[in-house]
């Protein structure tokens, strides 16, 4: 039995396939309670565009079960889009599909997953606003989707609605994309972008706006980066000794620098060696704002605190790392956009900041300017963030 108006038309009682199919897609079709969930993929905040991949474009404001599987591996979100690995190498991807963003060979958006060829070699994923960076495996690298500024990496200026092979090297290691640059490290421990340079994104030294490169260029000579993130246009990296270095787009303090200055190559965070985890950041991740986990467990958080989306207690802007509280239990850290949400050594999820489409998973749509634990769960494995959507799997 159920109520609701399609079209101008209202209905009620039981209905047909023909009328649920019809309101599923204005999107009026009730949507249920949030049953409880367990091991598997969970979801949360701005549905649009199918991107919590619950069959449904509507907002969900806790945590809600993406299928029943309980395979999921990996997880990224784009602009408003979802992509993810499971244990069995497969590679999934669903919401909007703008210029073929989920690789399926279309522009068609989907609202739950789908599979993105049939290969069982895909290892890790990232994504960008319209496109998408993929390895592989065999330390290959592809990717798909919107090309203007040469963010594919594919020496043209293409887009491509299915996996590209970028060259024929076979030493990719840890990737990450930004609005529309991409950064990557090799096995060698090498660093490379390619893409908008804009505010110096890349790190190559060149003056912002200019020398977009379509192709991977790498960055320095230095044989030891070991991790790397993006924000919409700066960039972070950990090296092998601990050290954390920043360069691009630095207002509102986002490069932790001290100052509000862009840099156009990259530059050492102070002087510590103890920094251990970065916020994966896909393109939307940490709109002004970063946080990175040092080796002994302290969370800490810099750039534009708008929203309380540093966890300070307050909407302070800071230019440099501020020590969320004084645990020394953080684990995982994803600063999204104007929100951030953080899992502890004890499994459990916590969340602060911008929450109008219930991003914190809350329950709600208030924010908080200081983490809030989501839930009772002690299971969270991992999370990722899109533009305005969480996802996390549940060990």
Request: aromatic fraction near 8%.
């Given at each position: 039995m159920a109520t609701t108006v399609v079209s101008g038309v209202q209905y009620s009682g039981i209905w047909t396939m023909n009328q649920v199919n019809a309101a599923v897609a204005a999107n009026t079709w009730p949507v249920p309670p949030?049953?409880?969930?367990?091991?598997?993929?969970?979801?949360?905040?701005?549905?649009?565009?199918?991107?919590?991949?619950?069959?449904?474009?509507?907002?969900?404001?806790?945590?809600?079960?993406?299928?029943?599987?309980?395979?999921w591996s990996k997880v990224a979100g784009g602009g408003n889009f979802s992509i993810a690995t499971k244990t069995d190498g497969t590679l999934w991807s669903w919401g909007a599909n703008t210029s073929g963003s989920l690789g399926l060979g279309n522009t068609t958006s989907y609202?739950?997953?789908?599979?993105?060829?049939?290969?069982?070699?895909?290892?890790?994923?990232?994504?960008?606003?319209?496109?998408?960076?993929?390895?592989?495996?065999?330390?290959?690298?592809?990717?798909?989707?919107?090309?203007?500024q040469g963010q594919l990496g594919l020496g043209n200026l293409t887009y491509y609605s299915s996996p590209k092979q970028v060259g024929a090297l076979t030493a990719w290691s840890k990737v990450a994309a930004g609005a529309s640059f991409t950064l990557a490290t090799k096995t060698d421990g090498t660093l490379w972008s390619w893409g908008s340079n804009a505010f110096g994104a890349l790190g190559l030294n060149f003056a912002s706006y200019t020398n977009n490169k379509s192709s991977p260029n790498q960055v320095g000579a230095l044989t030891n980066w070991l991790n790397v993130g993006c924000g919409l246009y700066s960039a972070y990296a950990i090296k092998t000794d601990g050290t954390l270095w920043v360069w691009g787009k630095n207002t509102n303090g986002r490069l932790g620098l001290g100052n509000v200055t862009d840099y156009i190559s990259p530059k050492q965070l102070g002087a510590l060696t103890n920094w251990s985890t970065l916020s994966p950041r896909n393109f939307s991740n940490g709109f002004a704002s970063f946080g990175a986990i040092k080796t002994?467990?302290?969370?800490?958080?810099?750039?534009?605190?708008?929203?309380?989306?540093?966890?300070?207690?307050?909407?302070?802007?800071?230019?440099s790392p501020k020590q969320v509280g004084s645990l020394t239990t953080w684990l995982r850290i994803v600063s999204g956009y104007r929100n951030a949400v953080a899992i502890k050594t004890d499994g459990t999820l916590w969340s602060w900041g911008y929450n109008p489409q219930g991003q914190l998973g809350l329950s709600n749509t208030t924010y908080y300017s200081s983490p809030k634990q989501v839930g009772a769960l002690t299971t969270w494995y991992t999370a990722n963030s899109g533009r305005l959507f969480y996802l996390g799997i549940i060990s």
């Open positions: 949030n049953p409880p969930i367990g091991p598997g993929l969970a979801s949360w905040g701005d549905g649009g565009s199918g991107v919590l991949g619950l069959g449904n474009t509507a907002n969900r404001s806790s945590p809600s079960q993406v299928g029943a599987l309980t395979t609202s739950s997953p789908k599979q993105v060829g049939a290969l069982t070699t895909w290892l890790a994923v990232a994504g960008g606003a319209y496109y998408t960076i993929a390895t592989k495996t065999d330390g290959t690298l592809w990717t798909w989707g919107r090309n203007d002994d467990g302290t969370l800490w958080m810099w750039g534009s605190g708008l929203a309380g989306q540093l966890g300070l207690g307050n909407t302070t802007d800071y230019s």
